[in-house]
């Protein structure tokens, strides 16, 4: 921290809203965004976790979308600042987890070579939350020893994921992977990672608007990723899943239908 940090009455707390379900917020984040008075909210922060905030605070959205008009990243670190300065008690509001490919890092960096302390409260993310929401785990003993968290965009001059070396690795080490801002790119990734070595039929899902009332998901194969996509009209925002693990979604869809319902005790 800048050793001139300058002290003020006012707090900085970033605070993960999760994947658009209110009720998956955690109690922690909730009470913040209760004692907020400036909120700062993304644009995937559903209405009703904003609704929580107090009468009287301050709400100011601050959207970030692909492919959409967004606010500058730079303004956004500039506002959290002068309004921490002026006294408030700011929270900005991310969709999933702050630090999940929400930009969190960058503008914890800002604020701390400014002198500002900041708190982090880590909301659920969509990508954990989608395939959970499907029945299926993100890790399993003998299907999955791990996960990969990885986005599907580069920004502007970065050549972004070596998706060949990433596809070598999660098919030899038995990777889950999760692939976040993948839609306009899938079908691109999906020929990469099959060039890479991962096997075309590899499992995959699709889940779009995980965990709110409008989610839609499919479940289809690594080589017909794009075109499933396309077929079901679906879009962003979505998180792809590909690994052996989505299996379990059939699997699960199929007993689901076989088993009869329980009869009621006499």
């Not at 004692?35 to 209405?47: G, K, T």
């Not at 500039?78 to 503008?107: C, N, S």
């Not at 990508?127 to 959970?132: D, E, M, Q, R």
Request: with cysteine; proline share 5%.
């Amino acid at each position: 921290m800048n050793a001139s940090a300058t002290h003020t009455a006012g707090t900085c707390t970033l605070v993960g809203a999760g994947p658009g379900d209110p009720e998956l917020l955690t109690i922690k984040a909730l009470k913040a965004i209760q004692n907020a008075s400036v909120l700062l909210v993304d644009d995937l922060v559903s209405p009703e976790i904003v609704n929580f905030a107090s009468p009287t605070a301050r709400i100011v959205y601050v959207g970030k979308r692909g492919g959409c008009k967004s606010t500058p990243q730079a303004f956004i670190e500039k506002l959290m600042e002068a309004e921490v300065r002026q006294g408030e008690h700011v929270v900005r509001l991310k969709g999933g987890d702050p630090f999940i490919f929400g930009r969190g890092g960058e503008e914890v960096e800002h604020l701390r070579r400014a002198g500002i302390a900041v708190q982090v409260i880590n909301g659920i993310t969509a990508g954990l939350a989608g395939l959970s929401s499907l029945g299926a785990p993100l890790t399993h003993r003998e299907h999955a020893h791990g996960v990969v968290f990885i986005t599907g965009h580069a920004k502007p001059g970065d050549s972004g994921t070596d998706w060949r070396a990433l596809a070598s690795t999660a098919h030899a080490a038995k990777l889950t992977l999760v692939i976040y801002m993948g839609v306009s790119a899938a079908d691109h990734i999906s020929a990469e990672l099959q060039a890479g070595g991962l096997p075309a039929l590899t499992p995959a899902a699709i889940i779009q608007h995980a965990s709110l009332p409008q989610q839609r998901h499919a479940i289809t194969n690594l080589q017909n990723l794009a075109d499933t996509l396309h077929a079901q009209n679906l879009a962003s925002p979505s998180v792809l899943v590909i690994g052996n693990v989505v299996q379990g979604v059939a699997a699960w869809a199929l007993q689901a239908s076989s088993t009869p319902p329980l009869q009621a005790a006499c």
